[in-house]
């Protein structure tokens, strides 16, 4: 292997795919520690949502991304940037390539020395809670405390729209969340277990309680990124930032403005069967 190989291989690319924009509050908090990464973000739009499919059908589906995208380009680092997804093939689909791959799960264990109230609220998609992982996991918290799920596919939708530019009804949101306004006690934390919540973020603090702790998995994400990097010594990399996608739609030309905002710089479609 020459000099010039071994140059281009020790320079980061980091892969970040979602069936949506939810990815982009992942690779958002990467950027801000890491702004000279080099990213490629797969909006694989075509099978919009994940959250709606089954387990098998996204695992498989992660296969096929990661196998496309891989051979057509270098990968130091994969992100599962969707709860669903992550869920669903975390970590079997580790075993199937030689870069790294890092999925987001809810952060069920810093909620609990973070609540006052003892009381922790976790929104997510159906697949993603109905998950055997996530359900044991959320089990073996709740003997510590209180601890609500919440599941919305609309607030997905929401989300989608506010980057499309798009006004969304703060009523809407609310009624999402009525049920937690039925308890006794309404969560002091809540753990948004869908990257496309932290896009709202804004709005879900003007409709719900003050003063509620909101978490992501933006920290453990980061954290791992750190050792990953420390580890293999990569170099920094100034190359445009890609966002490729699967079908070209109006949304596409909708939410490219707001992309190009983000520090993406290349655009183009993707056929992954």
Not at 3 to 8: E, Q
Not at 28 to 49: A, G, R, T, V
Not at 89 to 95: C, G, L, Y
Not at 144 to 158: G, K, P, R, T, Y
């Amino acid at each position: 292997m020459n000099n010039k190989l071994l140059h281009f291989k020790c320079k980061i690319t980091i892969f970040i795919f979602d069936s949506g924009v939810g990815g982009i509050s992942v690779y958002s908090q990467i950027k801000k520690i890491f702004p000279e990464i080099h990213f490629i973000y797969l909006l694989d739009n075509k099978f919009f949502p994940y959250g709606i499919k089954s387990k098998n059908y996204i695992y498989k589906r992660c296969v096929k991304i990661l196998k496309k995208i891989s051979y057509h380009y270098y990968i130091s680092l994969a992100i599962i940037a969707c709860n669903t997804a992550s869920v669903s093939s975390i970590p079997i689909i580790q075993n199937y390539f030689s870069f790294p791959i890092i999925g987001v799960t809810p952060v069920i264990k810093d909620s609990i020395n973070i609540t006052n109230n003892g009381v922790i609220g976790i929104i997510a998609t159906k697949t993603t809670l109905e998950n055997y992982y996530v359900k044991n996991k959320i089990e073996d918290f709740r003997q510590n405390c209180i601890i609500e799920v919440l599941s919305s596919q609309e607030l997905v939708f929401l989300s989608e729209k506010k980057i499309q530019g798009l006004n969304i009804s703060l009523k809407k949101i609310k009624k999402i969340f009525q049920p937690w306004y039925n308890l006794k006690i309404f969560p002091d934390t809540i753990i948004l277990g869908c990257t496309h919540f932290p896009l709202i973020l804004d709005e879900l603090k003007k409709i719900l309680p003050k003063n509620i702790k909101f978490l992501d998995s933006s920290i453990y994400i980061l954290s791992k990124i750190k050792k990953i990097i420390t580890k293999n010594k990569f170099l920094f990399n100034t190359q445009k930032n890609i966002i490729l996608y699967t079908k070209y739609t109006v949304k596409i030309k909708k939410i490219k403005k707001y992309l190009i905002s983000q520090g993406f710089n290349f655009f183009k479609k993707i056929k992954i069967n």
